[in-house]
């Protein structure tokens, strides 16, 4: 095959996948969104909003580390497609049910079935791509995931928060019926081949899954998903009900403010990438610079208190932080493609993501009360900190 016609499927396979990780990520921000609207108007309190959220990343966490192992052997239409279905059939459910137990049930429900996507799509495109190309999608996944919030902050400013959440409902069955046609369009067209099928895949190497993935860096990554966890998911969850409680901004000015922060965040990505260059190649050097500067910035957060200087600040240390996570997701997961592992090890690293921001998503809503905003943020400083430590290539054949 032609250097010219891979990168065209390439394209419409990163175009399609960059899609479908859109609408998953606009539906997981639906509750972050409209959190303002719903305690202002006395709809849900801290505690609640904190337990769903939390529900959500525990089922989210577990799926994934199911759902990774899983999208190895099952074809990766009928995962994502199956995924997407049944979280937006619970999203426009979710407004209609009263009594919290079948809130916080539907809404686990969604978060496991959204977990049937990253891993299975991940494994299609760095099985059916170049590297370098399999690089590029996955930034464009990683585009999606930060650019899914303003979208769904923009949901917020429109709709009231019943129909923001079958708005989203509505978008993820359309995707998922949509996922479901093209893929097996793409099936036919030989642009998605299933590895897993072949002999030739079942090597010496997947024989031993776990030698293999500690030999190529996985408990350092797990680590880095931990710490970028808290900050990209439970951090960016808070953000909403940060700028109204502790900058007191009114309802409407924080969900369009959250949406301006959002919207600037989702080109962390590329930014990413740029320092990654910029870095002679090193993810190392990248994590490193990355962590240490969120940590300075997280710092300078809790001294500066001016409104607008708070939120660059803020947002700058985010956007640092989640350049670590870039290289966890573009760089270090599409690198595993040799290994048959990459739905395994994406699932296992997510798993390991949203089981630290189920806990911490938690454990910040009973914090703020406590320590109040300012030690929360400090106990992010921490984080980052932490991140520069586990950063440090200790041996030179550790580096990355």
Not at 114 to 137: F, Q, V
Request: net charge positive; with cysteine; proline share 2%.
């Amino acid at each position: 095959m032609g250097l010219k016609i891979q990168t065209k499927n390439a394209l419409f396979l990163g175009l399609l996948c960059s899609l479908i990780y859109l609408t998953v990520y606009i539906s997981r921000n639906v509750l972050s969104a409209v959190s303002p609207e719903m305690l202002t108007d006395n709809i849900f309190d801290e505690n609640i909003i904190g337990t769903m959220s939390s529900i959500f990343f525990f089922a989210y966490a577990v799926g994934q580390l199911l759902n990774g192992l899983l999208g190895d052997i099952v074809y990766s239409k009928y995962m994502i497609s199956i995924g997407l279905i049944v979280a937006g059939v619970s999203s426009f459910i979710i407004p209609e049910l009263n009594q919290r137990i079948y809130i916080y049930t539907l809404y686990g429900i969604m978060g496991f079935a959204l977990s049937m996507i990253y891993g299975p799509m991940t494994k299609t495109i760095d099985e059916n791509t170049t590297h370098s190309l399999a690089i590029k999608c996955n930034l464009g996944l990683n585009f999606s995931s930060y650019f899914g919030a303003p979208i769904a902050g923009l949901l917020a400013i429109i709709f009231i928060w019943k129909t923001t959440f079958k708005t989203s409902g509505f978008i993820l069955v359309t995707v998922g019926i949509i996922c479901y046609i093209l893929f097996t369009y793409f099936e036919r067209k030989d642009i998605i081949t299933y590895r897993q099928n072949n002999k030739e895949t079942k090597s010496n190497t997947f024989s031993s899954p776990i030698k293999t993935l500690v030999s190529r860096s996985i408990i350092k990554f797990t680590f880095v998903s931990i710490l970028t966890g808290v900050i990209r998911t439970s951090v960016m969850f808070w953000l909403p009900t940060y700028l109204l409680q502790y900058l007191s901004f009114g309802e409407r000015q924080s969900t369009t403010i959250f949406t301006v922060i959002s919207l600037i965040i989702s080109i962390g990505s590329f930014a990413a990438a740029f320092i990654y260059k910029l870095l002679k190649n090193s993810i190392n050097k990248t994590l490193l610079f990355s962590f240490a500067l969120s940590a300075v910035l997280f710092l300078a957060t809790v001294i500066v208190k001016h409104e607008i200087a708070n939120i660059i600040l803020l947002v700058l240390a985010i956007m640092a932080s989640n350049c670590a996570a870039t290289m966890m997701w573009s760089f270090y997961c599409p690198s595993l493609a040799d290994t048959g592992l990459v739905s395994s090890a994406t699932g296992y690293l997510d798993f390991i993501s949203y089981m630290s921001a189920a806990i911490s998503s938690k454990l910040f809503a009973n914090a703020v009360g406590g320590i109040g905003w300012g030690g929360l943020i400090m106990v992010w400083f921490a984080l980052m900190l932490a991140g520069v430590i586990i950063s440090i290539p200790y041996k030179k054949r550790c580096e990355i």
